[in-house]
Protein backbone atom coordinates (compact mmCIF):
# COMPACT_ATOMS: atom_id res chain seq x y z
CA UNK A 1 0.00 0.00 0.00
CA UNK A 2 2.57 2.37 0.48
CA UNK A 3 3.31 2.77 -3.15
CA UNK A 4 -0.22 3.31 -4.44
CA UNK A 5 -0.27 5.59 -1.88
CA UNK A 6 2.45 7.47 -3.73
CA UNK A 7 0.12 7.92 -6.70
CA UNK A 8 -3.32 8.42 -4.92
CA UNK A 9 -2.60 11.22 -2.22
CA UNK A 10 -1.36 13.38 -5.19
CA UNK A 11 -3.92 12.21 -7.67
CA UNK A 12 -6.81 12.94 -4.98
CA UNK A 13 -5.21 16.35 -4.42
CA UNK A 14 -4.83 17.36 -8.11
CA UNK A 15 -8.35 16.44 -8.48
CA UNK A 16 -9.59 18.32 -5.73
CA UNK A 17 -7.49 21.46 -6.86
CA UNK A 18 -8.89 21.17 -10.16
CA UNK A 19 -11.98 21.15 -9.18
CA UNK A 20 -11.17 24.24 -7.18
CA UNK A 21 -9.46 25.40 -9.97
CA UNK A 22 -12.09 25.09 -12.70
CA UNK A 23 -14.24 26.54 -10.40
CA UNK A 24 -12.53 29.73 -9.28
CA UNK A 25 -11.62 30.26 -13.08
CA UNK A 26 -14.71 31.62 -14.71
CA UNK A 27 -15.00 33.68 -11.73
CA UNK A 28 -11.47 35.32 -11.49
CA UNK A 29 -12.04 35.27 -15.51
CA UNK A 30 -15.17 37.61 -14.14
CA UNK A 31 -12.58 39.21 -11.96
CA UNK A 32 -10.40 39.92 -14.46
CA UNK A 33 -12.61 40.80 -17.09
CA UNK A 34 -14.24 43.58 -14.53
CA UNK A 35 -10.42 44.70 -13.53
CA UNK A 36 -9.49 45.07 -17.17
CA UNK A 37 -12.84 47.61 -17.99
CA UNK A 38 -12.05 49.09 -14.89
CA UNK A 39 -8.28 50.09 -15.65
CA UNK A 40 -9.93 50.58 -18.79
CA UNK A 41 -11.86 53.20 -17.27
CA UNK A 42 -9.55 54.71 -15.64
CA UNK A 43 -7.23 54.78 -18.31
CA UNK A 44 -9.46 56.48 -20.58
CA UNK A 45 -10.52 58.84 -17.41
CA UNK A 46 -6.85 59.72 -17.14
CA UNK A 47 -6.23 59.84 -20.67
CA UNK A 48 -9.07 62.17 -20.49
CA UNK A 49 -7.74 64.38 -17.65
CA UNK A 50 -4.34 64.30 -18.92
CA UNK A 51 -5.86 65.67 -22.46
CA UNK A 52 -7.62 68.08 -20.57
CA UNK A 53 -4.82 69.15 -18.71
CA UNK A 54 -2.67 69.47 -22.22
CA UNK A 55 -5.13 71.45 -23.25
CA UNK A 56 -5.28 73.84 -20.24
CA UNK A 57 -1.66 73.73 -20.60
CA UNK A 58 -1.12 74.39 -23.58
CA UNK A 59 -4.06 77.08 -23.56
CA UNK A 60 -1.85 78.75 -20.41
CA UNK A 61 1.29 78.26 -22.47
CA UNK A 62 0.22 80.06 -25.30
CA UNK A 63 -1.70 82.79 -23.04
CA UNK A 64 1.79 82.71 -21.00
CA UNK A 65 3.85 82.72 -24.54
CA UNK A 66 1.71 85.99 -25.73
CA UNK A 67 1.77 87.57 -22.26
CA UNK A 68 5.70 87.07 -22.67
CA UNK A 69 5.70 88.12 -26.41
CA UNK A 70 3.72 91.42 -24.90
CA UNK A 71 6.25 91.81 -22.60
CA UNK A 72 8.76 91.13 -24.52
CA UNK A 73 8.09 93.97 -27.55
CA UNK A 74 7.07 96.37 -24.18
CA UNK A 75 10.47 95.86 -22.75
CA UNK A 76 12.02 96.38 -26.11
CA UNK A 77 10.15 99.31 -26.88
CA UNK A 78 11.18 100.77 -23.60
CA UNK A 79 15.16 99.63 -24.04
CA UNK A 80 15.00 101.17 -27.68
CA UNK A 81 13.25 104.24 -26.19
CA UNK A 82 15.84 104.29 -23.30
CA UNK A 83 18.46 103.68 -25.64
CA UNK A 84 17.41 106.41 -28.17
CA UNK A 85 17.57 108.77 -24.84
CA UNK A 86 20.81 108.20 -24.05
CA UNK A 87 21.76 108.48 -27.69
CA UNK A 88 20.47 112.28 -27.56
CA UNK A 89 21.70 112.64 -24.77
CA UNK A 90 25.02 111.43 -25.74
CA UNK A 91 24.46 114.04 -29.06
CA UNK A 92 23.19 116.69 -27.08
CA UNK A 93 26.42 116.07 -24.94
CA UNK A 94 28.86 115.73 -27.74
CA UNK A 95 27.67 118.83 -29.52
CA UNK A 96 28.02 120.57 -26.39
CA UNK A 97 31.62 119.66 -25.85
CA UNK A 98 32.38 120.45 -29.59
CA UNK A 99 31.27 123.75 -29.09
CA UNK A 100 33.39 124.11 -25.78
CA UNK A 101 36.15 122.92 -27.62
CA UNK A 102 35.28 124.67 -30.48
CA UNK A 103 35.21 127.83 -28.38
CA UNK A 104 38.54 126.70 -26.39
CA UNK A 105 40.21 126.11 -29.73
CA UNK A 106 39.62 129.47 -30.66
CA UNK A 107 40.50 131.05 -27.28
CA UNK A 108 43.68 128.65 -27.57
CA UNK A 109 44.58 130.28 -30.74
CA UNK A 110 43.85 133.87 -29.70
CA UNK A 111 46.12 133.22 -26.56
CA UNK A 112 48.65 131.92 -28.76
CA UNK A 113 49.04 135.31 -31.08
CA UNK A 114 49.12 137.34 -28.02
CA UNK A 115 51.29 135.24 -26.12
CA UNK A 116 53.93 135.33 -29.59
CA UNK A 117 53.40 139.26 -29.54
CA UNK A 118 54.43 139.39 -26.33
CA UNK A 119 57.03 137.36 -26.76
CA UNK A 120 57.91 139.18 -29.93
CA UNK A 121 57.44 142.24 -27.74
CA UNK A 122 59.76 141.03 -25.12
CA UNK A 123 62.45 139.95 -27.93
CA UNK A 124 62.57 143.16 -28.81
CA UNK A 125 62.66 145.23 -25.34
CA UNK A 126 65.23 142.78 -24.60
CA UNK A 127 67.23 143.29 -27.53
CA UNK A 128 66.86 147.00 -26.96
CA UNK A 129 67.85 146.75 -23.47
CA UNK A 130 70.71 144.93 -24.53
CA UNK A 131 71.76 147.24 -27.51
CA UNK A 132 71.22 150.31 -24.57
CA UNK A 133 74.00 148.64 -21.91
CA UNK A 134 75.73 148.08 -25.05
CA UNK A 135 76.14 151.53 -25.56
CA UNK A 136 76.47 152.11 -21.95
CA UNK A 137 79.74 149.79 -21.86
CA UNK A 138 81.16 151.30 -24.92
CA UNK A 139 80.77 154.73 -23.93
CA UNK A 140 81.88 154.27 -20.46
CA UNK A 141 84.97 151.92 -22.17
CA UNK A 142 84.95 155.15 -24.73
CA UNK A 143 85.48 157.49 -21.32
CA UNK A 144 87.95 155.00 -20.18
CA UNK A 145 89.97 155.12 -23.04
CA UNK A 146 89.56 159.22 -23.46
CA UNK A 147 90.68 159.54 -20.16
CA UNK A 148 93.34 157.49 -20.20
CA UNK A 149 94.62 159.10 -23.24
CA UNK A 150 94.03 162.62 -21.52
CA UNK A 151 96.28 160.99 -18.79
CA UNK A 152 98.75 159.65 -21.34
CA UNK A 153 98.61 162.96 -23.22
CA UNK A 154 99.16 165.25 -19.87
CA UNK A 155 102.12 163.06 -18.66
CA UNK A 156 103.82 163.37 -22.32
CA UNK A 157 103.12 166.63 -22.12
CA UNK A 158 104.57 167.29 -18.64
CA UNK A 159 107.65 164.81 -19.36
CA UNK A 160 108.26 166.98 -22.56
CA UNK A 161 107.79 169.75 -20.70
CA UNK A 162 110.23 168.97 -17.53
CA UNK A 163 112.63 167.71 -20.24
CA UNK A 164 112.11 171.33 -22.67
CA UNK A 165 115.09 173.67 -22.37
CA UNK A 166 112.70 176.81 -22.25
CA UNK A 167 111.15 175.61 -19.09
CA UNK A 168 114.25 175.05 -17.71
CA UNK A 169 115.18 178.45 -15.44
CA UNK A 170 118.30 179.52 -16.60
CA UNK A 171 121.35 178.92 -14.08
CA UNK A 172 121.62 182.11 -11.65
CA UNK A 173 123.80 184.53 -12.71
CA UNK A 174 127.05 184.49 -11.04
CA UNK A 175 126.97 186.93 -8.39
CA UNK A 176 128.95 190.36 -9.18
CA UNK A 177 132.45 190.16 -8.93
CA UNK A 178 132.41 193.64 -6.67
CA UNK A 179 129.90 192.09 -4.25
CA UNK A 180 131.51 188.98 -4.05
CA UNK A 181 134.14 191.05 -2.62
CA UNK A 182 132.20 192.74 -0.29
CA UNK A 183 131.19 189.52 1.24
CA UNK A 184 134.13 188.24 1.54
Known sequence: M???MYVI???VMLAGFLVIYFTHAKESEAREAQHAKRIADEQAAVAKKKK???DKA????KDRQEANAKEMADKEAARIAKQAAAD???RDQTDA???RIDKASKDVA???IDLDAIRKEKDKL???SFDAAKKVELARIAKRTAELEIQRMTDMVQKRTQESFLLRLPPPPPPPPAQAAQKR
Open 58 to 61: AKDA
Open 88 to 90: KEV
Open 9 to 11: FPA
Open 52 to 54: EAE
Open 2 to 4: KKW
Open 126 to 128: SRE
Open 97 to 99: FLT
Open 110 to 112: KLE
